[in-house]
């Protein structure tokens, strides 16, 4: 889930591409603790996310 204030709306094929991988759960598979923050770069935006079952949840959008 990625709130929708979080980005600009000329940024929404971006943030297309970036649920669809956060859609692939892109977290080591030994991984399963919904507490732990995950991080990833793409397009120069860094995001912070938890997993919680089968969502992923944004908890901050960065732009560099």
Request: proline letters at 9%.
């Given at each position: 889930h990625i709130p929708s204030h979080s980005?600009?709306?000329h940024a929404l094929p971006i943030?297309?591409?970036i649920e669809d991988?956060?859609?692939g759960d892109p977290r080591p598979h030994y991984q399963n603790d919904p507490t732990r923050?995950?991080?990833f770069e793409f397009?120069?935006?860094?995001?912070h996310f938890t997993v919680d079952g089968d969502t992923a949840i944004v908890?901050?959008?960065?732009?560099k």
């Open positions: 980005f600009p709306t943030w297309t591409t991988i956060l859609a923050v995950y991080c397009h120069e935006i860094t995001l908890q901050s959008p960065e732009s």
